[in-house]
């Protein structure tokens, strides 16, 4: 069978993963304890009538066992793929219905005769058979011990091609999924919390309920639904019960969890249930989103998300009579903007996090719609670079007005609070995009799989950094010392301490005409240790080694210089060192999406010792363009000047390290 088709670049292409919502939330100053570190009641056997805000009655069944997890402790939560859509810039008319959210995509690599046979599949494993045939599903089947594949199978949204076929008159189709659907039910019934699979896949699984619901009405062409089919009601009422008592907080899951407790109350004309849903959502919006347009995930990918989400949550709102207030949509504003700044210059957003190769998508007329149309419509942002408290600063050499769109350079810097949800230990790195291609690289997104490559992916060494691959260093706040953004350059210094006795410094230097990037990295300690600064190369890039101080990554029409300036420190013979592909320990890769791995070059500039210093110099150039450079010093401060062609710059760079411009 053909392999679902993958829409990395039109939809929220956290593509079919599951995602892991975890420990400790941080948006500003607010911090929200997540699932998987704070103590939740005990999920408790619904009544018939979901009381929000009371205590549980007592448990009628004991949860079942958990499905073997090889992977995680925390919990996970689909990334959804749902047809990257904005919501209307309009207002909804109030119709007092809740709509059909769809089906995540997951659908579409289960073909309606294939949902016939109880044949399930995700992603690029083959097709499973689960069930007899006849919709008596094996809901422990997990072949592949894949998290995310498993959350899906109990998510019911597979079924979607065979809901919409019932929608349109299919009765054999409609049987066979209500089987399907009635058989989850009564193999897992209230409380599924001790099946992770089961319980993270409560919100998609409320969704598919609704949707086969109004299936029913429509292609049975009823008003009510028949009593045969009572106990769908029922399911949608356990189910609200127990997103009200295992809320998820102020996270996109607990924001998903709260739209579909709100579809319920809609459905089933249940005033309390969109009252709790809408006070859920009016207090996790001003956390999921600051009022600087950061959202709380650390994942440009899920800022995405998160963007459609909410304009999800307004519409469904407006649509079944609530009025969703001014705060939404004020940041979601401010959150446009914020992605308009994170979208390189290539047309797609900076991987950076938890986050897979993905084109924005904007409602008309918004910043966003500027960048994923490459500057045709939309408004153009207001800045050019922008340094935002949550830890990310965005930055480009402009959004068209010289140069053609695409030819623009574009960069990111993390810094901040330390890694949390769908952050990466990526404190002081640099993404940089120039020439119409990637120069700099983020790894990108390895998936949910406790393994040794989502280790690697997260870890410092992944990312464009000084490493200490010698000390035991653990995800720290970083601190951003100064920074100085003018016509023609910007100027950052980044300060931390990654493992006890340990100091790390970063100043940066962007440059606009010639176009590179300068960093100064200056690491301390109290023994001797490995220094290693990274520089991530894209995958289809070539780099050859000429010196213990010049490097040359060569691919398609362009080169990149990378150059290892003598200072204070000489480089020693082994100054430069290239590694692509290593499995042991995992070095030099790059996922495009959660399914796919490419070898791709990390140039290493090298150290031993208490003490590095490693002044790089990231130089673009055009395949015929050469690069040089001379140093000098002059009453103490050390000078550079670079020449790119025939395009000429001088950096200096003074004694505590900053780094400017001077011509």
Known sequence: MAQPKRRLGTTVALTLACVLVCGVAFAGAVFVLMPGARNRPTAASADGSPTPGSPPPSPTASPRPSVPDTTSSEEPLPGVDTPATPPPSTPVANTGTYECPGFS???????????????????????????????????????????????????LRWLGNGIEA?????RKALRHVLAIIHDWVQDNPYSWKGDVGAWEATMHRTNVLLCARQAVLTGMRVSSLPTQYAWLDKALVDHAQFMIVNWSGSSNHGTDESIALFGVGCTLKRPELKKLAVDRLTQAITTAIDPQGSTNEQSVGYAMFNYLLWGRATTTLQRCGANPGQVIAQRRAALSEWLALATKSTGELQQVGDAVRQKPTGAAGTALDYVASLGKRGTKPSKRVAVYDAGYIFGRTGWGETRPFGQESTYSIRYGVARTLHGHDDHMSITYSSHGHDVLIDPGHSGYKLDKWQAWSKSQAAHNVMTIPSAETVSVPTQLVRASITPTWESYSLADSPAPGVTRKRDVLVLKDPDLVITLDRGQATSTQRYETLWHLAPDQKVTVQSPTIAVATGGKSKTYLLQIPYQQQPPADGITVVQG????????????????????????????????????????????????????VSGMFFVDLTVGTRKATIRIQQDGRLTRIS
């Open 105 to 155: 995509g997951i659908q579409s690599g289960v073909p309606l005769p294939m949902l016939l046979q109880d044949t399930f599949a995700w992603g690029d494993d083959p097709p499973y058979k689960v069930g007899n045939g006849s919709g008596d599903v094996n809901w422990r089947s997990n072949p592949y011990q894949k998290p995310s594949w498993y959350m899906w199978l109990h998510s």
């Open 166 to 170: 019932g929608q349109r008159g299919d």
């Open 582 to 633: 290593r499995q042991d320990p995992v070095e030099g890769w790059y996922y495009p999406d959660i399914f796919h791995r490419e070898p791709a070059p990390v140039v290493k500039f090298n150290r031993n010792g208490n003490a590095a210093t490693v002044l790089s110099a990231i130089v673009p150039a055009g395949s015929t363009e050469t690069v040089t450079y001379k140093t000098r010093t």
